[in-house]
């Protein structure tokens, strides 16, 4: 597994942009990385090439690379052999701007998933609409599911898609403070704690100060597990240095993960009490 802790910076031709971006994944495969993850925004880099927008006219702006987009991850995903969750992109559909993330296997196959839960300025200054739906999916290295920045702050999200048996969650993230990202980070780790799952992280440092909509960024990326045998005591596998443009890899061994669901010192996700739950729940709505 890889990740894509990538930097905003100023751009002088939209060349420019994507020979950085494949001079990432031509980095992962040196490092034998099968499945590669950048980070949530990822086109909005591409405003850098544009004296400052509102956020409308910087979604139509973005929604114009869609195809082209779309054309350069299948390619370079072919021709790595590797697959490549690129970020988020921002882009029409039915007549409304989402925030969606595209998964793309080498065969050409891409899976895609919209946000679910949208941020204060994503519902009221992007006036971006939400997805609806979770998609769980098999790649050759377990079932995956894909929960964008915001969405890994509810428990509910993971712990469906743990019910699906999805074994990794992937979180291309876009965070402008350290607050933010720590809030994403920790949440993060409790949901690999909570679910005994595989967590990939993965941000955006740098920043455009000129450009109102990826002014700044902070990310620690990172590679989490559960808190208990056999994996490291804090649960982290692997971390990018802070706040600096990096291409990481770790190892995820799922025969481990699945050896902490039998063997841990304990056991949250199987010692659940979901009768206990819902009797709780309904005492709560009763009263209410």
């Not at 995903?77 to 409304?96: K, P, Q, W």
């Not at 702050?153 to 469906?160: D, G, T, V």
Request: glycine share 6%.
């Amino acid at each position: 597994m890889g990740v894509v802790q990538y930097r905003i910076a100023p751009l002088q031709t939209e060349a420019q942009f994507w020979e950085g971006l494949e001079h990432h994944v031509r980095q992962a495969q040196k490092q034998g990385v099968e499945l590669l993850v950048f980070p949530e925004y990822l086109t909005a880099s591409l405003l850098a090439l544009r004296p400052a927008l509102t956020h409308r006219q910087a979604c139509a702006y973005l929604d114009q690379f869609t195809g082209t987009y779309l054309k350069f991850f299948q390619k370079l995903s072919r021709e790595a052999d590797m697959m490549i969750l690129a970020g988020t992109h921002i882009h029409e559909v039915n007549g409304s701007y989402v925030n969606e993330a595209f998964f793309f296997y080498p065969d050409g196959r891409v899976e895609r998933q919209m946000k679910l839960h949208l941020t204060p300025e994503e519902r009221k200054v992007w006036k971006l609409a939400p997805g609806e739906d979770l998609r769980v999916f098999d790649t050759p290295i377990g079932k995956t599911v894909i929960l964008i920045c915001y969405d890994i702050e509810f428990p509910e999200l993971a712990r469906i898609a743990a019910e699906q048996q999805a074994e990794l969650i992937l979180n291309p993230v876009y965070t402008d403070t350290m607050a933010g990202y720590y809030r994403v980070r920790h949440t993060a780790q409790a949901r690999a704690v909570e679910n005994q799952r595989f967590i990939v992280q993965c941000g955006m440092v740098g920043g455009l100060p000129h450009i109102p909509q990826i002014d700044a960024a902070y990310a620690q990326s990172g590679f989490f597990s559960p808190c208990d045998h056999p994996f490291p005591p804090d649960g982290v596998l692997a971390l990018c240095q802070a706040d600096q443009e990096e291409v990481l890899s770790c190892q995820l061994d799922l025969e481990r993960l699945r050896k902490n669901w039998e063997q841990g010192k304990v056991s949250p996700f199987k010692d659940r009490k979901p009768e206990l739950y819902r009797r709780l729940q309904a005492e709560i709505e009763t009263k209410s």
